[in-house]
Structures are given as structure tokens and as C-alpha cells.
DNA sequence: TTGAAAGCGCTAACAA
DNA sequence: TTGTTAGCGCTTTCAA
């Protein structure tokens, strides 16, 4: 079965269109490289010589040479996620701006995967993204030092972030649970290690302390539908009026395991999610949530790496905070008991 | 703003190993790229520095001068798209197994960001794998000619390819369809240019012809939630009993917007769809769907891609065929009218 | 088993 | 504006 390779014809180079077209090798990379440096004339016909070649600069030769690969990496914790693949999205069309090509790393919700996948992509990338990470704040920080890099929905000091506007979306959640009756929210929270976590949970007790209303945690759970079941199981003896989840993947897995175990949501449960990802509008009934703008994420972190990568100043002390919507839906409803 | 990049200590190369180990440069290159052509002592040493030292190899260069990458690509039309996150996930896997990193395409459902998306990421990788393109086959078989290529539910004379058992999965729909007492199958088709909407109609048709049921199709439309919507609107007055969907992301629309309009699903309409994506799971009814082994299909296809790579013969001929499996959810009934 | 030297395809001084 | 000449960091002959 493993025979030698089928011959493919070696992909053209300098030299060769050099040679066919009469000119010096520098001056072909120069009609590429820097075009405005080389007579216009001859720019025409190198490139003339080239396209009838089919000539492609081969990118890793020039990387080698110049030390910028224009690639980068986007590290994900789960790409099957449909936060993670929106975020991907952003990157890929704030990388393809700036001519950059984005290596995925996916970490498949392993620490040795993780570190694997780091390892693989780092020394071809320019510059990272980390959309999410197990990684301990210190090995970010390491890895910081050696290539630029943005961090979202994290508080690393001394590297750029992008995060949402945890504080005004949970404000907003828990003023609508508020004017629909609801006294008392309980918050389904996500995975111990996330700051985003920790920034809605605080943010909610804040909220909660200014509007008036009482507040209370449960978990941590996993950021998964089964995590959301499994909150659901912990609340069906005297199930709460209103709750707030991590995420929509929680709140979703929680609302089937209520609905499936006869708590009728909206009208036994106000149910409020974090992310506004496409099953929230799926299911029945649709998650009311707090959308963040998930692609404007991959898309202003992208635009900051490839901002440090040239030289900008890591303005580290502030994070971009991009702002967050509550979208009501069907999940919330005035407090009925 | 941009000022001069931030001095980053420059990554130790294989000089500064064999300085610091007191070997020569290609001493160290054998330790890392043939072990066993060098001496297990000065190997062990040679190592041992390259730790101390922070070594690692620059990919690039190494690429460069083995014209070996270690970079794949895979294509797919939407990152956002839940089929083709999954895909991705596979891919990574079996990609990962043999020390491949994956350069993510995507297309965006754009010809022209297809194109540049090829363009910049081509010349990089050993190999590609189109998990959907819109390029016609004739481009396909032209970059085939150039790069090692695998193609999913796509059949292209010449290239080997990996498609889902679509006969079998649409023969077990209608048999099941058959079996709650419907008489007349509607199908709802995706995208025209599709070659696994060919195959599932055509599987279809031939189906119903032994089973004894009318078939009729409607389309095409978008395989989007959209798309599936837009169908629903065209068969509002007098809905069929038995609809089948070119995928799962048209069911759910389809699904939802006849739910909306007052028609029952599945007292009025049984409903089916294809691939078993997550949301299948999630709308209410959970829907029943033909699964597709999605991930499977990903690290089938990375797999023979890398064989190929090593000069495997394409087996072009007969396509790798992934079995299909069909989940009964709630969104099939007997027939009541 | 090791070292020396050439070269992968490109860019970047430096001259001309 | 163009050509000449060194490399970029690694692998790979070829000798020793």
C-alpha cells in the first residue's frame, strides 16, 4: 500500500521565473515583497513570467528569512463548542484582514492535549490568542514573555484582554428578573477556574444587593448541558423562582432537566442564560440570555495581537470590555408563586 | 501607538545548543531529527542542554529544508456550523496522532473567501482536505493535482474521498416512515450544487420505489434554519405527512416554523433529518435524525490524507464509506390523518 | 559516530 | 532601479 510518492512537478521559485523572465532573483522577490521598488515595467513582466509559471512564494522560506510567518494561533478549549467556533469565526476575518493565516489549537478539555497542541503551534505562530485555557495564570504569563499574545474573558496581569461587559449584563438579567416580580436568584455557576465565572457571580451579588434582591450560588458545575442537568437534580426539592446560569449550555441542559422532570419553565422557573448561542433560540421554550458579542471578541482580539505583533504598546493595565445585551425570550416570565 | 516592538529574548537554535553541548550544529539536528544516528551519551547530553537552553526546533526551517510542513488543511464552507465543528474535531485528532497541525479554511459561504482562504493557506500545507467547497470539481481535480487531497461527501473522479452511507441512512428513514403508516414522503433539499443531496433524494426515490411510497421533493433551499423556514412557508396549505431534510439545521428550522404556524409536529408531520447534530437533540420534539459518525469521517479522512502524504496509492476508485445510524426522537409519529 | 559544508527558497543589505 | 552576496535555522550529503 505505502509505495513512493506520486510525483507531483516541483512548484516553481524565484529562480526560476528569474531565469525565464531575464532578471536577478532579488528583483523577483522585490516585485513581491515590495512592489514600488522595482521599475514598473519589469514588475509587469515578472509578473506576467510568473502567473504563466504558476510561481507561488513559498511562504515558509520567506518566514524563515524574515522571521514573521503571518501566522497565528487560536487557542480553544473545545472547538465543537458553539461559543468557541463564533469566536473562531471573528479571528479568522480579523486575520484574513491583516493577511494572516490562523492555526487552530483545541484543547479538547485536556491539559495534556492543551499542552501538546501549545507546543505544536507555538514556534510557527507570530502571536496567540487564548480563548480559553486551563493553563495557570503564571505559564500564561511565561508564554507572554516569548510571543505576544491576548487573552479573553481572563485577567491576566500584563497581557492584553478582551472581555465582555460581565457587570452591566448580569445588572441587566437581574433587573429584568426583578421587574417581572422575582425576589430571590439563584446563580448556576460554571467551572471554579474561570474568571468569567467569578465576575457574574460577584457582579450578581452586587446587582442583587442594589435592587434589593436576595441571591444565592450553586455548583460549580461544568459549562456543559449535563453540567446544567446535574444543577437541576440539586434544585428539584423546592426548585427556585429565578435563576441566572453560567452559560447557555448550562441553562439549556438545566431547563430540559427541569421541564423533563415537570417544573414548567417560564412558569415555575424564570430561566436566564449567558452567551446567546444559536440553540438558545432553538429551544423550547427559547432562552431569554445575555448575548455577548462573541465574533466582535475574536475580532478585536485579533486586531490587538496583530496590533502587538507590529509594535503597539501592550496597554495591558485596562481590557477592551466589549459591551453585552439581555435578549428576552421565553424562559423568563412574571413570578407566578 | 506602534512603536518598536518589545525586545523578546530570540529562541536558541541549534548553534547555541552545539556551542554550549561542545558539539558540531549537525550533531545536534541528528539528535533531534534521526536519534539513533548519534552516539546515545552525547545524544542524552546533547539533549539535556537543549532542556537547560529552552531549545526547540523552528518548525519553518526544518520545513524548508525537508520540504515536510508537518501543516494540513482543512476546508470547510462554515466554522460555524455544528457539522463542521465536529469535523474539525476529528480532523485534529488523527492530525495530532501523526504530528500534523491543521490550518483551518474557512470559506464563510463565500467563493471568494474560499478562494484566498486556499490561496494563503496551500503553499503552507502537505495536504488538504475539503470538507465542503463550492469550487467546481475541474478546480478540485486541479489542486488535487498539485497537493494530496481527500474529499468528504463529494465524489470526485480520481481523489479519494470519504461519504456517509446516505443510501442505507435514507433507505432506514423511509422505512421507518413506512412503518408509522405514511404513504407519501416529502423531501426537503439542500443546496443544489451538492452532491450528497443528489445521492440522499436519488436514495430516496429508490426507496420509496421498493417501499411502496410516493416520494416528492421540494427545493432546493439553504442548508440553514433559513432555508428550512423558507420551506415551511411553501408548504404551509396542505402540509405533507412525511417530510424528510437534506440536514438537521433545515429540520429544526422547518420544524420550528411550522410549529409556529400551527401545524403539529409529529401529529400533522413527522419530521426527519440528517447528521444528529446537537440541537437535534435540544428542540422540542427532540428531532429524529440520520446520524451521521461526523467525527469519524474527520479522522478517516486525516487519516488517508496522511497516507497519502507518505506516498500511499490513491485508492480512488471506491470511497471510504462511513455507516449511517438512524435515531428515532420525538419528532416522528403514526400517521393520524 | 562525528564534523564540515552545501543548500532549501526567500529577503535584505550593500554596491553598482 | 537592479544585481551581488550573505544569511534565516535546519537537514543532508560527504569525508574524516
Redesign the interface.
Known amino acids: ?6 510525483r ?2 516541483a ?1 516553481p521559485t524565484i529562480y526560476d521565473v528569474a531565469r525565464e523572465a531575464g532578471v536577478a532573483p532579488s528583483t523577483v522577490s522585490r516585485t513581491f515583497a515590495r512592489p514600488g521598488r522595482v521599475n514598473a515595467d519589469t514588475a509587469a513582466h515578472i509578473r506576467e513570467v510568473a502567473a504563466r509559471l504558476g510561481y ?6 520567506r ?2 528569512s524574515t522571521s514573521r ?1 503571518k ?1 497565528l494561533a487560536v487557542m480553544v478549549s473545545d ?2 463548542n ?1 461559543f468557541y ?2 469566536l ?2 471573528g479571528a ?2 480579523a486575520a ?1 484582514e491583516a ?1 494572516y ?4 489549537a ?1 484543547a ?1 478539555e485536556s491539559d495534556q ?1 492543551e499542552r ?2 501549545l ?6 505562530v507570530e502571536g496567540i490568542v487564548i480563548g480559553s485555557s486551563r493553563m495557570s495564570d503564571s505559564t500564561l504569563r511565561v508564554i507572554a ?3 505576544p499574545m491576548v487573552v479573553l474573558n481572563r485577567d491576566l496581569m500584563g497581557v492584553p484582554s478582551v472581555v465582555t461587559d460581565n457587570p452591566r449584563g448580569m445588572r441587566r438579567a437581574a433587573e429584568h428578573l426583578g421587574e417581572l416580580g422575582h425576589e430571590a436568584i439563584t446563580y448556576v455557576a460554571g467551572p471554579e477556574a474561570s474568571w468569567a465565572d467569578g465576575m457574574r457571580w460577584r457582579a450578581l451579588r452586587e446587582a442583587g444587593h442594589e435592587l434589593a434582591l436576595s441571591t444565592r450560588r450553586i455548583g460549580p458545575f461544568a459549562p456543559t ?1 449535563e453540567g446544567g442537568a446535574e444543577a437541576g437534580a440539586q434544585m428539584l426539592d423546592g426548585p427556585p423562582t429565578a435563576v441566572i446560569a453560567y452559560n447557555d449550555l448550562m441553562a ?1 441542559g438545566l431547563l ?1 432537566f427541569l421541564v423533563a422532570h415537570g417544573v414548567r419553565v417560564p412558569e415555575d422557573v424564570s430561566l436566564i442564560g449567558f452567551d446567546d448561542i ?2 438558545a433560540r ?3 421554550p427559547p432562552l431569554t440570555t445575555v448575548a455577548a458579542p462573541v465574533r466582535a471578541m475574536g475580532i478585536t482580539a485579533v486586531r490587538n495581537l496583530v ?1 502587538l ?6 496597554r495591558a493595565a485596562e481590557a477592551f470590555v466589549l459591551p453585552t445585551r439581555l435578549v428576552v425570550r421565553g424562559s423568563t416570565a412574571r413570578r407566578r408563586r
Chains 1, 2 share one sequence.
Open positions: 500500500m505505502t509505495d513512493e510518492p506520486t507531483r512537478p512548484a507561488r512564494a513559498n511562504p515558509l522560506a518566514a524563515l510567518t501566522m472547538v465543537t458553539p467556533s463564533e473562531i469565526r479568522q476575518i484574513s493577511d493565516t490562523v492555526l487552530l483545541d479538547r492535549v501538546e497542541s507546543e505544536r503551534v507555538l514556534p510557527a514573555k516569548q510571543k448541558t439549556i430540559r444559536m440553540a432553538l429551544v423550547t496590533a505583533i507590529n509594535g503597539a504598546h501592550a
